[in-house]
């Protein structure tokens, strides 16, 4: 199973305990970061100016946190990751039922929204070796809770784990105004894909093999500029 580098769902919580102008740093990070994802879910493209102001904090304060736009992405990509890592933690062995694990542990990703970035800016940053460190144990974290409903018998004929970084991209892709209501139409539509996924007596054959590492791991590859 291939988790990419899935950039944050929820950028870094002010440290508890801090005081002063170090407390104030830490909320201006949270601020920035939560703009920065909002900005770049609408255009991967954007400046940081324009992440500048939508935190509204002066450019000089945000290049004191991020020197570039690279190592914005970066950091919200590395937590990205430490909550995927986190969630799968949570959900390795908590759940006698290996498939209810399964379906918890995509549940817990799809609800910290850690892979809604994925796709809008794979391939526009240059992914650090700490940041490939992180995504190995996220990956085969996941693959380890997959591998355990799998053997469990749980799963169809054909199903694989490269199938989950596919449902994830559909159930982010759903997102409206109305925040309640993009998680309950993401609850509906997980519940829909994931018994797809499950065994049953009447499951057929696939109708096409699932992707591959290597189809996944393309979108990584940095985009030419037109």
């Known amino acids: 199973m291939s988790t990419s580098l899935e950039p944050t769902g929820s950028p870094s919580q002010s440290t508890p305990g801090l005081s002063g102008r170090r407390a104030e740093a830490a909320r201006n990070d949270h601020t920035i970061l939560a703009a920065a994802r909002s900005v770049f879910l609408q255009d991967p493209q954007a400046p940081v100016s324009a992440v500048a102001r939508a935190a509204s904090v002066g450019i000089s304060a945000l290049y004191r946190r991020y020197p570039g736009k690279e190592q914005l992405l970066q950091k919200l990509c590395a937590d990205g990751l430490h909550t995927f890592i986190s969630i799968a933690e949570r959900h390795a062995d908590g759940q006698p039922d290996p498939y209810t694990a399964l379906k918890e542990f995509v549940r817990g990703i799809v ?27 996220a990956t085969l974290m996941a693959q380890a809770i997959f591998d355990r409903a799998a ?16 449902i994830f991209e559909q159930l982010t892709a759903i997102r409206f105004q109305d925040e309640a209501r993009t998680a309950a139409l993401r609850h509906r539509y997980l519940d829909i894909l994931m018994d797809g996924l499950r065994a049953h007596p ?6 096409a093999p699932p992707p591959t590492d290597a189809e996944l791991g393309e979108r990584w590859v940095p985009r030419q500029e037109a």
């Open 111 to 137: 609800d910290a929204d850690v892979h809604a970035l994925t796709v809008k800016l794979a391939g526009t940053f240059t992914p650090t070796p700490e940041l490939g460190e992180l995504s190995t144990r």
């Open 151 to 166: 053997e469990a018998g749980t799963l169809r004929p054909g199903a694989d784990s490269n199938d989950i970084p596919m």
């Open 202 to 207: 009447a499951a057929g054959t696939l109708s």
